[in-house]
T-cell receptor
């Protein structure tokens, strides 16, 4: 069983379109994350949710909107896609009870977004 | 602000030789430190972490890392490299306040030749 699964694996679309990426974890973790990895492999946090509540929102354009319907799911919706949004987006989860932040994060295999 | 530096873009070693991948960090207070590995077209996989206690931390696949507070370093090591260790390695730091972010280094590509 895949612990953190993302769909789709590949997403090719035109500039200006709206798209969503879904993420599900079956580890029972209470914290989930979205990361962006650029073409130089640099990895940057975008959002973090703990028990469905947004706790970290880095300087991300408001075209990006995360949604957590329950603590096992964290989806990412992107409006008006731009060329610079081309990247690999990773979902991750961790168990951070009581705000302790020393647990490892478990990553999905990424969604490769290409904007034409 | 916290930061991580991985000074080498690439490390080349021959199979069977020891390897070291360097990492230094900057954080206010005491850090949590992590190493992750990324294989092509895969997500990051956790290797090991330093929380407290013994400065030498052992992790998955025979890797270990040494925490050096005075040098603010957390270098990844393995006594005998395997070709299958070839991958992209990330060092990451997190401060101990609640819900802080995990900051990653830029990654170091490890190439192990047969």
């Amino acid at each position: 069983d895949t612990a953190v699964s993302q769909t789709p694996k590949y997403l090719v679309t035109q500039m200006g379109n709206d798209k969503s990426i879904k993420c599900e974890q079956n580890l029972g973790h209470d914290t989930m994350y979205w990361y962006k990895q650029d073409s130089k492999k640099f990895l940057k946090i975008m959002f973090s949710y703990n028990n469905k509540e947004l706790i970290i929102n880095e300087t991300v354009p408001n075209r990006f909107s995360p949604k957590s319907p329950d603590k096992a799911h964290l989806n990412l919706h992107i409006n008006s896609l731009e060329l610079g949004d081309s990247a690999v987006y990773f979902c991750a989860s961790s168990q951070d009870p009581g705000g302790s932040v020393n647990q490892p994060q478990h990553f999905g295999d990424g969604t490769r977004l290409s904007i034409l | 602000a916290q930061s991580v530096a991985q000074p080498e873009d690439q490390v080349n070693v021959a199979e069977g030789n020891p390897l070291t991948v360097k990492c230094t960090y900057s954080v206010s207070g005491n850090p949590y430190l992590f190493w992750y590995v990324q294989y092509p077209n895969r997500g990051l996989q956790f290797l090991l972490k330093y929380i407290t206690g013994d400065n030498l931390v052992k992790g998955s696949y025979g890797f270990e890392a040494e925490f050096n507070k005075s040098q603010t370093s957390f270098h990844l090591k393995k006594p005998s490299a395997l070709v299958s260790d070839s991958a992209l390695y990330f060092c990451a730091v997190r401060d101990r306040t609640g819900y802080s972010t995990l900051t990653f280094g830029k990654g170091t590509m490890l190439l192990v030749s047969p």
